[in-house]
């Protein structure tokens, strides 16, 4: 089999079809896994050159939170190997671009972050780029991996240990983050793969965590975090 050998990691089928669907020939996908567990397995059996993981997976030991499954599967996967002996690389593709999800998976051992908003074209060259050892981000969360793990922390260090975003459950942080910015209820459905009644609950639960009555005060809460 020649080209690189890609392992695809997200808990929506819908989601590892398309992905499969747009990767160029020379990116071979030899396996996809679906929660932690089956994705340590898979690199275990498949030691495919990249693994393009999803950030928040279920079916971890982990306590929910930032980027609990994705990170937890590669501190799982740490010292796993390709056959040329190189190591197996991990580039995160999450529909989430929030600063506390990126640090993270990349403290994790990611070697690169892009958003589902990214096109075909660019995802391919990054998980070629990512196999070949670089690391690879888009410009905003470039600045966030900067942020952390420059001389002088920055906002996004702080964003890792807010308390009141710690009440939040993964995906309650996404619906959180996606209604903040404006995105109407069935816009948040469609780019997370849930219900509308299952966003409201999950807007009424993000309201009730932390005391606030509004989608405006939500917006101005995520504001001043700099999490939109």
């Known amino acids: 089999m020649s080209g690189l050998r890609v392992l695809l990691v997200d808990d929506h089928a819908l989601v590892r079809s ?20 089956s994705a340590v397995e898979a690199v275990q059996r498949h030691a495919p050159d990249v693994v393009l993981l999803d950030v928040h997976l279920p079916g971890g030991d982990a306590p929910g939170g930032a980027g609990s499954g994705g990170a937890e599967v590669l501190r799982r996967c740490a ?14 593709l999450s529909v989430s671009d929030a600063a506390e999800d ?76 996606l209604i903040a910015r404006g995105y109407a209820y069935k816009d948040v459905a469609r780019q997370l ?15 009730r965590k932390l005391q606030l009555s509004s989608r405006h005060e939500l917006t101005r809460w995520a504001s001043d975090r700099r999490l939109l």
């Not at 002996?85 to 995160?92: D, E, I, Y």
């Not at 001389?151 to 807010?162: L, N, P, R, S």
């Not at 793969?193 to 309201?207: D, G, N």
């Open 18 to 37: 398309g992905v499969r669907a747009v990767l160029p020939p020379d990116l071979v996908v030899v396996g996809e896994a679906d929660d932690v567990g």
């Open 79 to 92: 010292g796993a190997q390709r056959a040329d002996g190189q190591p197996v690389r991990f580039l995160a």
């Open 102 to 177: 990126v640090i993270a998976v990349v403290r994790a051992g990611a070697r690169g972050y892009v958003t589902k908003s990214v096109d075909a074209a660019s995802l391919a060259d990054a998980v070629r780029r990512v196999a070949e050892g670089d690391a690879v981000f888009s410009p905003r969360l470039a600045g966030f991996v900067l942020d952390a793990f420059g001389a002088v922390g920055g906002a996004a260090e702080v964003a890792t240990t807010d308390a009141e975003l710690d009440r939040l459950s993964a995906r309650e942080r996404e619906v959180m983050r």
């Open 193 to 207: 793969f849930i219900s509308v009644k299952t966003v409201e609950t999950h807007v009424s639960a993000v309201l």
